[in-house]
């Protein structure tokens, strides 16, 4: 993810955080894919009932963020990744209403977090609520207008500005990133594609342990995205090119660049102008700063350098960049997932379609496209970072949006609450397209997959199902286990 840094101040951090670096190797690194994996938000799988403490959880940084398990690949088109019989969603009954409170609630208590916003719209009804609080110092209840981190959703609007780039022949997705950006290792080998749909092997900077030194010593520390580059330019390649799937930030930084090189704009300008204004997005930010739009939740993590439960609100998001430093609320959020599953009104429809062609990750029923996933014909991407979580998905046939917010990361035993909140929510609007996605503990260890699997409710792209999340790009579960990098992120 990019980071953002906002001026507004966050409540007092544990004293010694930003002095000391004491974090155990494997609380590092699971932090370490929180930050960097918005697409690896945790996904859980279970009963029809609200969500189990064992629910695999997937992060994306994001994010983030899988198709159904058991799935096969089929149609690239968004209508078919739903499924044929699997689209029939509840209608908005006041009985299913309350059941949706209820489980909502009753997610929040187990999982402890501070506050949810859910939004889910169909063409014949809309759900849209709030619950618990932004800020728990001052007791500010959340609310459904307030501006969020969505970690590694940011990476839809990147991978979305290279797409348009294509449409508009200044790009080509077979082409060598080396023609964008030079010195990339393999830069002649490795393609715009395989960055897009993290094939390409290249190391994910957020696992490096000078970066995570850096960042949890210092969470106002500011990455230019060179600087995130050569954390992971260091390193050897983990694969060849579309040898393997794995989740990673450092492909996405890299078509930041690229987005740059070839539109001629600072990247957070082009995503104003081509991305965020036509798609009618007027309350999400790619900020150069730390600044935080108000009215905004504060976030709270145990991503602290001691372990702590912390207010992560004002961490300076710049080192997740293009891969996870955008802000955003429910009503630009409920857009976005129908303009990234459909492609309109940015995208050609065979530039989208190509967006779509998920191929298989290594975990069940997964699989991810150019910077989009689908789990049981959710078709979107997730985010996770300290203090935030995002899902932002889209049920095509049904026409049903669903965006969760949550102002926390904390996971409850290995699973994200976001995905256990988005599961909760589709076991009973959608019941036979349950949102899940792979815990820490049981996602793919190496994301080894090479077959296709079209964004179809089988195999369908899905950041959080990485081998990284937000988170993920805040995600999914990158084959580091949570997220790409040490920092739990997707």
Sequence with gaps: ??????????????????????????????????????????????????????????????????????GSPGANSPS?????????????????????????QAVMSQASIPGVTVGYTTPDGSYQKSFGVADKSAGTPM????????????????????????????????????????????????????????????????????????FFNDPDHVFTPDQLLSYSFKHPANFAPDSKFEYCNTNYVLLGLVVEKAGGQALGDYLKAQVFTPAGLTKTVFPTDATFPDPHAHGYTDQDANGQLTDATTWNPSWGWAAGAAISNLADLTTWSKALATGNPLLKPA??????????????GVGYGFGIFNTHGWIGHNGSLP??????????????????????????????????????????????????LPSAATASPSGTASGSASTSSSGSPSGSASASGSGSPSGGATATGTAPGSLRVS
């Design 351 to 364: 530039t989208q379609a190509e967006r779509l062609k998920g191929r298989a990750t290594g975990t069940p």
């Design 80 to 104: 078919a990744a739903s499924g044929s019989a699997s689209s029939k969603v509840v209608p908005l009954t006041s009985d299913v209403t309350a059941k949706l409170d209820s489980a909502i």
């Design 387 to 436: 203090g935030y979580q995002t899902v932002v998905v889209y049920l095509p046939d049904a026409q049903a949006s669903l965006v969760v917010q949550l102002n926390t990361d904390v996971q409850y035993q290995g699973s994200e609450p976001s995905t256990l909140v988005a599961k909760a929510v589709t076991q009973i609007v959608s019941p036979n397209n349950v949102y899940t």
């Design 143 to 214: 609310s459904t207008d307030l501006y969020q981190r969505i970690g590694s959703v940011t990476k839809t609007f990147t991978a979305t500005a290279v797409l348009e780039l294509v449409d508009q022949g200044k790009v080509g997705l077979d082409d060598p990133v080396s023609k964008y950006v030079p010195n990339v290792p393999n830069g002649d080998g490795i393609t715009i594609r395989q960055l897009g749909d993290m094939r390409s092997g290249l190391y994910n900077y957020s696992d490096d342990p000078d970066f995570q030194r850096i």
């Design 1 to 70: 993810m990019t980071k953002i840094r906002r001026p507004r101040p966050a409540a007092p951090r544990p004293a010694g955080r930003a002095a000391t670096g004491r974090r155990t190797a494997g609380r590092a690194t699971a932090a370490a894919l929180a930050l960097t994996g918005l697409l690896t938000t945790a996904a859980c799988s279970g009963s029809s009932s609200a969500p189990k403490a064992d629910s695999p959880a997937i992060t994306a940084e994001p994010a983030a963020l899988s198709p159904s398990a058991g």
